[in-house]
């Protein structure tokens, strides 16, 4: 006697996805409406659609196959059938074994659309599944995105549960955001303690029409953890909100707060962002951990020549020193390990910072407050009748914040300081911009460095890059001949310890140092090109260079350093 198939529903709750009362209500549902229940489960936001894809392998005997990975991606020949068929039907060859076509699916229960391929194909089929989401995105051209766990919701069965009774669909206000045992605190703990342990540099939570997107930034790139039941939009930004001293009832205009928690026995801070969008507040928490800015020069990523001269700037009587990119590019990380470096007791070191981001001990540091009047103008006028050896202005945003810091930098003190520009000669000018007067730019400024974050790769599972492996294009970019490349160029391998192949981040850096002829330009009002033809003929390596270096010495890819340092199509 055949042995009975297992349901679609029953695999789901002992795996722990489903409750029983929420397939219920699914079943529901889907009789209601006359959809299947996969369809039903995944719209409803009970489960994700890799969930239900997973669960119909299981309950067919068949293998689920995840496009996301590379090795899978790669053995798609889509030259095996039509490419009619494949756009038809949604499927995917992967070649023949044992006489038969193995063919990615997203339905096994359309045994018509099996049939007929078996008849035009003239061919065996041993199918496979998929999602059908990432099959479309991979017919498409586009590379499907993998869920940083896919195989585990966020919304665990006691917390979709009870939010599910508690609530009516439209209004949630009935939701205990403050009690510990509340299945939505539980959320968001888990939330804020999972993002740690993976690494994540900011956790984004993103209302969408149908349902609240969450994301983790993992080594500089936003990874999709889950899709939240819409339902538990104003609950989760709710208790957020909450936790970082914010004003709930307030969803009109942006606020900013901070969270404290302990995660694994460290205090882990979060600088909170809420801006109000068209279908909710997008709230993002950035992640400040202790540790990343003690990690030292030498494990930021520099070159050993750009680490020598580093050390030489900042141990220099007086100056300012500026550090340039856009946000996200580890300036501040940069400027704390400097003054890590320096903090000794014989030094007095100030900060103005807006907000603080990091507590460091024999440092003192000042936080801007506006509202009440502490603005970066006044915290450098009081700053210098402490006197100070060191001064780190936050940013330096305005022509009186500029101006401050550098008759500070003339008076005596060293002063370190970002600008958001995205080289090191545009920082000239954009000093001369704000209303700056040349000759003090020039008289103050002892070097200007540049910088961005590259991914590195993992050195468990990186791989020489055969040809096919190295796109010309990205090579050209970064000043590489396909020649040099073969040999020295690796290629990122995912693995368990690395799911995209890389693992971390380091710096590439463009390092001014002020002379003679850069301060005559600086005084003469040049332009940028011409500020910047100076520098490179006074030994300054450009951002490209520099992770070119780094390509060949196997820490990067020549894609990475293209993403990141904007070359033009001359690499410079």
């Known amino acids: 006697m055949a042995r009975s198939r297992k349901k679609l529903g029953d695999i789901l709750v002992g795996w722990g996805v489903l409750s029983k009362e ?33 669960a119909l392998a299981d309950q067919f005997g068949m293998q689920y196959v995840d496009l996301s990975a590379s090795e899978v991606a790669s053995q798609i020949d889509m030259k095996a059938i039509d490419e009619s068929l494949v756009k038809r039907y949604h499927v995917l060859p992967m070649g023949k074994a044992s006489g038969k076509l193995q063919l990615i699916i997203h339905d096994p229960l359309d045994l018509d659309l099996l049939e007929n391929l078996r008849f035009r194909l003239n061919s065996q089929i041993e199918p496979r599944i998929a999602s059908k989401t990432q099959i479309k995105a991979f017919i498409e051209g586009r590379r499907p995105e993998r869920q940083v766990a896919p195989d585990e919701s966020l919304v665990t069965e006691s917390i979709d549960r009870t939010i599910d009774r508690s609530v009516d669909r439209s209004m949630d206000k009935s939701i205990d955001v403050t009690s510990e045992d509340a299945p939505i605190v539980r959320l968001c703990n888990r939330i804020l303690s999972e993002a740690v342990r993976m690494r994540a540099s900011d956790i984004h939570i ?103 001269v580093f050390n030489r700037i900042i141990r220099r009587p007086n100056g300012i020193f500026l550090v340039t990119g856009p946000t996200g590019s580890g300036k501040t990380t940069t400027l704390y390990s400097a003054l890590d470096v320096l903090n000794r007791p014989d030094r007095k070191i100030i900060t103005a910072e807006d907000p603080v981001e990091y507590n460091f001990e024999g440092i003192n540091q000042c936080q801007v407050r506006e509202s009440i009047g502490l603005t970066f103008q006044a915290i450098l006028r009081s700053m210098l009748r402490q006197a100070p050896n060191i001064i780190l202005v936050g940013e330096i945003r305005d022509r009186e914040v500029g101006e401050i810091a550098i008759q500070a930098a003339l008076t005596g003190h060293l002063v370190f300081s970002t600008l958001h520009t995205n080289d090191a000669p545009s920082a000239i000018t954009r000093l001369i911009d704000m209303g700056i007067k040349p000759f003090l730019v020039a008289s103050s400024i002892q070097a200007i460095m540049a910088q961005r974050l590259v991914r590195v790769l993992y050195d468990g599972s990186k791989q020489l890059a055969e040809k096919e492996d190295l796109d010309p294009k990205y090579l050209q970019l970064i000043g590489l001949s396909m020649e040099e490349a073969l040999g020295r160029v690796y290629k990122p391998v995912p693995c368990p310890e690395a799911e995209t192949g890389y693992k971390g981040r380091q710096g590439i850096f463009e390092l001014l140092q002020m002379n003679a002829e850069l301060r005559d330009l600086a005084f003469k009002l040049a332009t940028v090109s011409e500020l910047r033809q100076a520098a490179l003929n006074a030994g300054m390596r450009p951002l490209v260079a520099d992770g070119r270096i780094k390509v060949l010495n196997g820490v990067t890819t020549p894609a990475e350093v293209a993403r990141v340092s904007q070359v033009d199509e001359s690499g410079t």
């Open 206 to 308: 993103e209302p969408m029409g149908d349902r609240v997107r969450l994301r983790y930034r993992i080594d500089g790139v936003c990874m999709e953890r889950d899709n939240l039941p819409k339902r538990m939009q104003n609950a989760l930004l709710s208790r957020v909100k909450l936790m970082a001293g914010m004003n709930i009832a307030e969803k009109r205009v942006p606020q900013d707060g901070r969270i404290k928690i302990p995660v694994d026995d460290t205090l882990i801070d979060y600088r909170v962002s809420a801006c109000p969008a068209y279908h909710g507040e997008s709230v993002v928490l950035r992640i400040l951990r202790p540790e990343s800015v003690r990690i030292g020069l030498a494990n930021l990523g520099f070159e050993p020549d750009n680490l020598e």
């Open 22 to 54: 929420d397939l219920a209500s699914a079943i529901k549902a889907a009789k209601a409406t006359g959809r299947r229940l996969g369809e039903t489960l995944v719209e409803g936001g009970f489960c994700s659609e890799e969930h239900v894809a997973k």
